[in-house]
């Protein structure tokens, strides 16, 4: 059974066996595809009804030109710019019957549709007046509407959809041009690269709402209300104004490079830039936030509410007004000029901090003469989409300095919030120590004193709880100057008090360092417990400020220990002359003792001398009687002998006298 070749393509467009330019299939279909497409453009070009045509002083020669009109002395259409200046008023000539070819018919349903799917190819492009008359435009809407026509939308939105990355942007832009200045509708052009680029939809008013300048408040505050009307997953949360007097340069730099990082800055609703006559709202994002309709809200109304303030530039002189108020202060982050508020250069790149260079976002042409004849030069430069200003957002600046800008900014922040975190410590400790002296010396004041304490204390009380005012150092710091000021008779009788108690903390401590000293032979363990009172003595009188109870609690503990270290004291120099009588008392008994055995060992030694002289005398009486006796004897025997001899001599002499 033979097998059948089944194939969903027509013969004519499948893969032959010829060998040219379009035998491949694929290449035929993309051909056949690319015919469809010239041939539907064509078609809904036919259809369509013919384009309004700028003539842009380029060479360029294209029907229906615009005609500057000479100027009549006063303006009455115009664009509103920074300065507030209603520019140039321009003439545009057209005729329905030259400028709008009617489709009807059966071709009338063809015509819509086509031109309705390639407005997303060629967003420049008008549509028709039906579309016209709804809110929702294109870019073509934006040059090639007239002033004159009555089905113009006098609120316009450029939706481009989603950015080329295909998510879907939470930022968009707006601003207010009315009249015919084809210089302003350029450099509205400008930014159709970038919206698209980067999904950033386009609102466009195009008729006064109130008088003057004014109208610009009042339409950001209607499309902010707007916006926070919608569910917030599918509002914008940010606005970029733009004044008609910008030309955007650099379409790859995203609004979102600028705006505060998420989380630490959340609290910031809205970038200013400051040039040398103040603030420039020329140019500037604005968070969607009841903030913010506050902040507008308060801008209208302002010249109702303060008529004799001196409005120099209307609007934004209000505006500047109501940023030096706290309440806005605080939400609001001044921004480097250059970022998104640029001004020019003499037609060259220039070194200045406030004027444009190669790369940057933007520039604004604020309160300048021949504003128009600039803007057409730097409208040239802008539309040549030159590469050496056209470039990346990597390549530029821009990341290095928003990095060091928030980085600064945070630094800004812990440190007025260190200042903020010691005023708050400070008032809460004026406070306590306020209180505290009221409460010790209140009655020493007069009922007027006493009473304008007591005011200023409720106020700075209520300062430092109140959501509106907690935060707010400059507020804090003035209550807590005024309730020193009301609180200086009370400082004053406690100051008095102070000294006397400063002289009894003295007398104390003095005191009892003193014995102490005089006592450096006390062991530790008895010193201890007055040195340790002393310590927390001292510790209270270098504390300010003054606790009066607690002084007097200290300085009543070491007086009691310093009594209780006399009592222990006065006991051991009780016990000490004790031991010293004592003492005395043995050695008197001692020396007494002394003098006992010295007077028994001299009376001994007397009487042994006494004994020996009598022995000596004995002796002597007994040597003596013994010698006397002996002489006695010698006598005696000498007599004998002598008796002896005599009857010898006689018995001799006998003898003889015998003989």
């Not at 990355?165 to 707006?174: D, H, V, Y």
């Not at 930014?191 to 109130?210: A, C, D, F, S, V």
């Not at 001292?538 to 009543?556: C, D, G, N, R």
Request: charged share 30%.
């Amino acid at each position: 059974m033979l097998e059948r070749n089944i194939s969903p393509l027509p013969a004519w467009l499948r893969h032959g066996r010829s060998v040219g330019l379009v035998s491949n299939g694929r290449l035929r279909i993309v051909l056949l595809a690319l015919v469809c497409i010239v041939l539907g453009y064509t078609v809904a070009n036919l259809l369509s009804p013919q384009e309004y045509a700028f003539n842009f002083d380029d060479g360029l020669s294209l029907p229906n030109p615009i005609q500057k009109q000479p100027s009549q002395g006063h303006i009455s259409n115009g664009a509103i710019t920074e300065s507030g200046v209603h520019e140039g008023t321009y003439k545009v000539n057209h005729s329905a019957e030259s400028t709008e070819t009617k489709s009807s018919g059966k071709f009338k349903g063809l015509h819509d549709s086509i031109v309705d799917k390639l407005s997303s190819w060629d967003p420049w492009r008008e549509k028709p007046a039906s579309t016209l008359n709804t809110t929702t435009s294109s870019y073509g809407d934006v040059l090639d509407a007239q002033p004159g026509n009555i089905t113009q939308p006098t609120d316009q939105l450029i939706d481009p959809g989603s950015s080329f990355a295909g998510e879907r942007q939470r930022i968009g832009k707006c601003t207010v041009i009315f009249g015919d200045n084809r210089v302003y509708e350029r450099a509205l052009r400008t930014h159709e690269t970038h919206n698209k680029m980067h999904g950033y939809p386009l609102h466009i008013l195009r008729q006064n709402i109130l008088e003057d300048v004014w109208t610009k408040p009042a339409y950001i505050l209607s499309l902010v209300l707007r916006e926070l009307a919608k569910p917030e997953a599918e509002r914008l949360q940010w606005l970029l104004w733009v004044d008609a007097d910008t030309i955007l340069l650099n379409p790859y730099i995203p609004v979102e490079i600028f705006l505060p990082p998420s989380p630490a800055f959340d609290d910031v609703h809205l970038m200013v830039s400051h040039d040398w006559n103040g603030l420039n709202n020329g140019v500037f994002p604005i968070r969607v936030h009841r903030w913010s309709v506050e902040l507008l809200s308060a801008i209208i109304a302002f010249r109702h509410y303060l008529p004799d303030e001196n409005l120099v530039f209307r609007d934004q002189s209000a505006m500047g007004f109501l940023l030096r108020q706290r309440k806005f202060k605080t939400h609001t982050v001044d921004a480097p000029q250059r970022w998104f508020n640029a001004y020019q250069g003499e037609h060259n790149e220039t070194l200045a901090p406030f004027q444009v260079r190669r790369g940057d976002f933007l520039v604004h042409f604020a309160g300048v003469s021949d504003r128009n004849e600039r803007m057409t030069y730097w409208l040239e430069r802008a539309e040549q989409h030159l590469p050496d200003w056209e470039i990346e957002t990597q390549h530029t600046s821009y990341p290095s300095e928003v990095r060091e800008f928030w980085g600064e900014q945070g630094g800004i922040r812990a440190s007025l919030q260190y200042k903020l975190d010691t005023a708050r410590a400070d008032a809460y400790e004026i406070l306590d120590q306020t209180k505290g002296r009221m409460k010790d010396y209140g009655e020493r004041l007069t009922d007027p004193e006493r009473e304008a304490v007591r005011k200023q204390e409720q106020v700075l009380e209520v300062v430092l709880i109140s959501e509106d005012t907690k935060d707010d150092l400059e507020r804090i710091e003035q209550v807590v100057k005024e309730y020193e000021t009301a609180a200086r008779p009370l400082n004053e009788q406690a100051e008095k008090a102070n000294k006397i108690l400063m002289k009894e903390a003295h007398d104390a401590v003095f005191s009892a360092e003193n014995t102490v000293l005089s006592h450096s032979d006390l062991p530790d363990s008895e010193t201890s417990l007055i040195q340790e009172k002393v310590d927390i003595l001292k510790e209270l009188i270098l504390q300010q400020p003054w606790h009066k109870e607690e002084v007097h609690t200290a300085i009543e503990e070491l007086r009691t220990a310093h009594t209780q270290l006399n009592g222990k004291l006065d006991k051991l120099e009780a016990l000490r002359k004790e031991v010293e009588e004592v003492e005395r008392m043995q050695e008197l008994a001692r020396k007494t003792k002394e003098e006992d055995e010295k007077k028994a060992a001299d009376a001994k030694k007397l009487e042994e001398e006494q004994k020996k002289v009598k022995q000596e005398e004995d002796e002597g009486k007994a040597r003596a009687e013994e010698e006397e006796k002996k002489a006695k004897l010698d006598e005696e025997a000498k007599k004998a002998v002598e008796d002896e001899l005599f009857k010898d001599e006689m018995r001799k002499a006998s003898e003889v006298i015998d003989a």
